[in-house]
């Protein structure tokens, strides 16, 4: 476990901790998973060595975690004056990453991740991430990396912690926003139990926000360098106090400057030539098994095949952001068009309710599978003709990238990560249809001008193909991030 200290010297791999609290396939509820699967792997083929730290939760089926899984660390960590709490690191190897894995009975041996079985945010999520970080810190101590990478606000304390604190060769930090839509926005009453002091709470002050904490903008103005998963997603940050949730004006103080950079591709995971959970493969040569996995998901989804109608997906977490609302007024024009839809999420009951009265008024056109499934979530990208992501905000977006890999049609709204990865179709080029404004009237327009192309087979044909022969996988980002790294390491 001891590590050759920091230095400047090329040849010693940049060593890197990668801080997250959701990591595919042990543990998801979005695309934060997904990228701290993929884009340590991808560091790592690049000759960095990366350990990546996320909790132990109660919810991963110890069957799956790997065999060489081992206790290297022990200890407690203090919240506040009178609460010491205990933790253990359990570390293996997965592929060329080291996982270590944070247990703790108090904290992460519960189902959930962010919510407990009634999908309610657990009352001590605050405590959660602020503990933690302090396991993170602990492990920092005692070990030597030259980079600390944390994404979004449950890690963005670290940075604040590594400024402020005495820690010998302190790592740079970098902090990644995947979404920031969540702050870490606490009564200020949390700050006792990050041992920070209220130095840095006053009004307008780093770690104050409307009078509430804000450990995102700590963040921030802390890390050594700020990025986000979309060259469009930082521009919208830095120009829109509504999709930056108003911190714009902080973004906009760095001294180094937001930068977007796209997020990959896993195609050892996503990819319809060997995707193991679905029934047919194929490629953008040869589509007919997509017509298969169509046959499939019907069948699946209880819906009947009718003749001359597109088969829409939806995967998402169905929360406000995802701009599902804008489907409420269309109901009766969509379901007299001859689109099917399979619907797979969970979220807000307003939209589970939207959904699963669809499924029951139009039993023919729409099946809602309520929940999380990761096979039906392959089965829906291999099957359906089209892919709907009408997002409010969208910092990058995951599944109209792996849609297009599977030539499944893209209909997006034009924000953040969507806008930057689906060109819209203009009879000869385009990979998929988008559309600008946020309102039911556009996004009609944008699903009917999709029916249109997708009667001409022909065309169909031409924009499947497109779609497929995009390039997203992870590489090019990768490189991005190891030049951010390794500036900082100058
Ligand atoms: P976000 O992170 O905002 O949820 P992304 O598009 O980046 O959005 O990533 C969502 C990820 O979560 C994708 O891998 C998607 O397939 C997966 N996902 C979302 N909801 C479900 C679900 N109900 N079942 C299975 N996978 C899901
Ligand atoms: C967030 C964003 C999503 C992004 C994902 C991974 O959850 O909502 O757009 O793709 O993080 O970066």
Sequence with gaps: MPRKPPSKSPETSLQILFCTTESAPFSKVGGLADVSQALPAALTGLGAEVTVITPLYGSINRRDLPDSLKIIAQGTVSLGEYRERSFKILSAAVGSVTIWFVESAEYFARSGIYEDEHGFPFWDNGERYIFFQKVILAMVRRTHFHILHVNDHHTALLPVYLKTEA??????????????????????????????????????????????????????????????????YASELLASPEISFGLDGVLRSLKMPLQGILNGVDYQVWSPEQDPLIPAH????????????????????????LPGHALVGIISRLVDSKGFELLIPLEEELMTMPLQWTILGSGETRFEDLFRQWAERYPEKVAYHQGYDAALSHLIEAGADMFLMPSKYEACGLNQIYSLRYGTIPIVRQTGGLADTVQ???????????????????????????????????????????????????????????????????
Aim: with cysteine; net charge positive; proline share 6%.
């Design 167 to 232: 820690v010998k060769n302190p790592p740079k930090t970098v902090l990644t926003i995947h979404n920031i839509g969540y702050q870490g926005r606490y009564s200020p009453d949390i700050l006792n139990l990050t041992g920070l002091g209220w130095a840095a709470f006053y009004p307008g002050g780093p770690l104050e926000f409307h009078g509430q904490t804000n450990f995102l903008k700590g963040g921030i103005i802390h890390a050594d360098r700020v990025t986000t998963v979309s060259p469009s």
């Design 424 to 490: 819209a179709w203009n009879g000869a080029c385009g990979t998929g249809f988008n559309f600008q404004f946020y309102s039911p009237f556009a996004l009609l327009q944008a699903i009917n001008q999709a029916l249109q192309v997708f009667r001409d087979k022909p065309a169909w044909h031409t924009l499947m193909h497109n779609a497929m022969s995009q390039d997203f996988s992870w590489e090019r980002s990768a490189r991005a991030y190891m030049e951010i790294y390794q500036e900082l390491m100058k």
């Design 282 to 305: 194929f490629s953008a040569e040869n589509t007919a098994g997509k017509q298969t996995n169509r046959a499939a998901l019907l069948a699946r989804s209880g819906l009947p095949d």
